[in-house]
């Protein structure tokens, strides 16, 4: 089936730091959504891309819609303490599709 | 999201007991959706709704069940067949199967 890699799948980073993390895949995706958990909550939804080559800033966040439509980044910038979460990403394909990744854990020091 | 109700927060079931999670929304959307996360895990989709009356299996759907007789409401039962159903379970609404999807705040199931 299809899949989603997502990585890295954990980062421990002191406050004030820009974080990194991506999503590839084999397969083509329509749309690419991006969702931060806190413990015990549900998802909630950050930035959502609908075409390739889309960057999109929501704050101190920005996510880009990969060129080949196989991938995804979320680059968050001067990290803060309230950052720390599980950070998801989520693509469509075949139009009405949509597969999440694993997960990247982000753990802040202070 | 505040337009996506899921209770109980949390829920204990003891072996051979069926359990329903229920989720309600008021955002008027089409499509309902229960996923299942485990401990550090991605989300898994159990079932879906995109219509009144009709539902559809995900990919872990066995030892499940659910209903979508109205609109607002896809409540979830984990029946005796559901050999491990440790897991917090997501309710998500989407305007159309193919939008974003928004998520209720998850329900914690445990076994006693």
């Known amino acids: 089936g299809q899949q989603l890699n997502q990585s890295p799948q954990s980062m421990f980073i002191q406050e004030g730091e820009d974080v990194s993390m991506n999503c590839t895949s084999s397969s083509i995706f329509n749309t690419w959504l991006w969702y931060k958990q806190d413990p015990g909550e549900g998802p909630v939804l950050l930035i959502a891309l609908y075409k390739a080559g889309e960057l999109t800033s929501n704050g101190r966040l920005t996510a880009q819609f990969g060129i080949t439509r196989k991938d995804s980044f979320l680059n968050i910038s001067a990290s803060i303490p309230s950052d720390v979460g599980i950070y998801f990403c989520?693509?469509?394909?075949?139009?009405?599709?949509?597969?999440f990744g694993t997960g990247t854990r982000l753990q802040v020091f202070p | 999201d505040g337009g996506i109700t899921q209770s109980p927060k949390y829920l204990f079931r003891k072996e051979g007991q069926n359990v329903t999670l229920s989720c309600e929304q008021n955002l008027n959307h089409d499509a309902m959706y229960w996923y299942r996360q485990d401990p550090g895990q991605g989300l898994r989709l159990i079932y879906y709704?995109?219509?009144?009356?009709?539902?559809q299996k995900g990919d872990i759907a066995e030892g499940y069940s659910v209903s979508r007789e109205k609109k607002e409401s896809f409540p979830l039962t984990v029946t005796s067949a559901q050999k491990n159903p440790t897991a917090f379970y997501l309710c998500a609404v989407s305007r159309s199967p193919e939008e974003k999807l928004f998520f209720g705040s998850g329900t914690q199931l445990s076994v006693l």
């Open positions: 709704s995109q219509i009144v009356n009709d539902f």
């Open positions: 989520a693509g469509v394909y075949n139009t009405d599709k949509l597969i």
